[in-house]
């Protein structure tokens, strides 16, 4: 009878192992996460920016943005596969450099996930604008907006009943998460699928339509849609200016129309096996989604550019609408205005499903309140079965989300400069851990390339920092700073027992860990001294390079202080994890159990 053991090997076992590979993400899951994450809201308004910016050099600045962003996920690629876990993104700063860089880490992260359904539902807002003008604030100067002396100043402001459509739109996105996660998963795919098909239509028949007859602008024509503030007359003698290239890849739409790559890697730990691996599909994902992005966006661009002199100047409408009911496309033209629904809906539900597997991370460390991920209040019961949806996280997402629309009265502008900034710093500690870790079964001149990619992305990230708007880095350095401080203080207060507040504080179950800056001696505290000192830095040089004309003084200094840094940051790393020896996930083999016929594919 010890076949029926359930021992490795045995048909019970391999049943169970069966069940577990079937629950798993495959690469269509993965894509669709990755795909699902890139394509929000950006691609509906980035090309006019960019073809004011760089003229016929347009294509060129996608190519340069497409490259960046591809050894920045590079990085995170390698170290997903290295050390596959689910809410790796915050478990493994923790393990590598400590609590107090993870908190900080911590922080940024949770900003960027939380924000991005508030930002997401202004932009389904936004896309309704031109049947209801009402729900924008400046939706009189915004149907004119090519009429008028100069640029609206933060043009998508929410009006008070687009705030409230828009805080019903983030109901929306949230609500939808609370769905069992294969289901979410299998929707999310539907909806990606559909927010890829709508733009490649859009570029087949424009781009036929240029074949038969072209309506090519010049790019002092697009100045309204610049994102710039000043007079119509300065923005275009600014407009298609070479010397724009840097700060328009950079600092401009080009580079954030490919953030949310990373989705995938907040699942590497529950990749499936089986088959080409969980390695080949991390990389098919997330490599797949950045190259096809890249294709995406720059067709797109060129079909702008063929078409954009059929624009009114109304910023109401999608400039592709406009261009497709302009050709007398009607059909295209309203899946276009569906799609400026769909593509944010989509964006949101993926960084909101995200959000709460990497937030449970955070409080399985004690970083947060531990109550977010207990077993209450992971699952809820319907129609008989448990739905594993972390439903209290999402409300606290939901709340943190709430304010953030309302703080910025659901400014879009500030919105993105607040889900931006604070991914970047995100994106800067995986490079630091893939060194410092110096994974097993990565040896040689594996790891040579794993420094080389790390370094270089470490600085790349530095400059992009840099080239942004001074107001989007102060905005998303200012979040990160008070979410660290909340993340850090919260235990410390509720230490404290304070007589108003210490009994809602005492509710609060989590390690403290602000204390031991105290202590020079502690390996946890030079990790994130220097990590906040290069953050510090990089708002310094910010600063004085936009608001003080020195960008050519601060713009190496920047770079060669990121690339100080850096090196220390690793040395620093190691010294904590000689002290504090990390508990990483086992490399893991390949299965080698018999496939059963009823095994999940």
């Known amino acids: 009878m010890g076949w029926l053991s359930g021992g490795r090997g045995t048909v019970a076992a391999g049943s169970t192992e069966d069940a577990d590979e079937g629950r798993r993400l495959s690469t269509l899951d993965l894509v669709g996460l990755a795909a699902g994450g890139v394509l929000g809201s950006g691609w509906l308004l980035a090309a006019g920016p960019a073809f004011w910016g760089l003229g016929k050099y347009t294509v060129w600045g996608w190519v340069a943005g497409a490259a960046l962003m591809l050894l920045i996920a590079a990085v995170m690629v390698e170290l997903g596969i290295a050390v596959p876990k689910t809410g790796g993104l915050i478990f493994l700063p923790l393990q590598a450099a400590g609590p107090l860089v993870a908190s900080v880490v911590a922080a940024g992260l949770w900003i960027v996930y939380a924000v991005n359904p508030a930002s997401e539902a202004a932009a389904m807002v936004r896309g309704l604008a031109y049947e209801f003008p009402s729900l924008l604030k400046h939706s009189d100067d915004l149907q004119r907006a090519g009429d008028l002396a100069r640029n609206v100043d933060q043009p998508y402001d929410l009006s008070t009943m687009g705030l409230l459509v828009a805080v019903a739109f983030m109901a929306l996105i949230v609500g939808l998460n609370l769905l069992p996660p294969r289901r979410l998963i299998r929707l999310n795919l539907f909806v990606t699928v559909v927010k890829i098909v709508i733009p490649l239509l859009v570029v087949v028949f424009l781009g036929l339509a240029a ?168 699952s809820f019961r319907f129609r008989g079965g448990a739905i594993d949806a972390y439903w209290m996280i999402l409300l606290v997402n939901f709340a943190i989300g709430l304010v953030m629309l309302t703080l910025t009265r659901g400014s879009w502008e500030e919105l993105v400069a607040l889900n931006s900034v604070p991914a970047l710093v995100v994106y800067a500690m995986p490079g630091v851990v893939l060194v410092a870790l110096r994974p097993e079964g990565f040896r040689g001149p594996r790891r040579v390339v794993h420094l080389v990619l790390s370094y270089t992305a470490f600085v790349a990230i530095a400059v992009v920092i840099h080239e942004a708007r001074w107001d989007d880095v102060w905005r998303g350095m200012a979040a990160v700073a008070i979410g660290s401080a909340l993340l850090l203080g919260l235990p410390w207060l509720a230490a404290l027992d304070l007589p108003v507040v210490g009994r809602l504080l005492r509710r609060y179950d989590a390690r403290e860990h602000v204390s031991r800056l105290a202590d020079p001696y502690d390996p946890a505290v030079r990790p994130v001294l220097l990590f906040l000192a290069y953050l510090a830095v990089l708002v310094l040089c910010t600063l004085l390079g936009h608001e003080y004309g020195l960008a050519r003084v601060t713009l190496p200094v920047t770079a060669v202080s990121a690339a100080v840094v850096f090196p220390l940051l690793v040395r620093s790393c190691r010294r904590y994890m000689r002290a504090v020896p990390p508990t990483l996930p086992a490399q893991r083999q390949e299965l080698g159990v018999e496939r059963s016929v009823t095994a999940g594919t």
């Open 211 to 378: 074949l038969d007859a072209s309506h090519k602008c010049a790019p002092d024509e697009v100045w309204y849609l610049s994102g710039q503030e000043g007079t119509a007359g300065k923005l275009r003698e600014q407009a298609g200016n070479p010397s724009h290239f840097l700060y328009t890849v950079l600092g401009g739409s080009i580079i954030y129309a490919y953030i949310g790559f990373q989705a995938p890697l907040d699942f590497a730990g529950n990749v499936k096996r089986r088959g080409v691996g969980e390695a080949a599909r991390l990389r098919w994902a997330v490599y797949g989604t950045l190259v096809g992005a890249f294709l995406l966006y720059a067709a797109l661009q060129w079909v702008f550019g063929r078409h954009c002199g059929l624009l009114d100047g109304n910023m109401l409408e999608s400039p592709y609408a406009q261009l497709a009911f302009g050709l007398q496309m009607t059909g295209l033209g309203w899946l276009i205005r569906v799609n400026a629904l769909l593509s944010p809906m989509g964006s949101g539900i993926v960084f909101t499903h995200a959000l709460t597997r990497e937030v449970a991370a955070l409080s399985r460390a004690h970083l947060t309140h531990r109550g977010l991920q207990t077993a209450r209040r992971a």
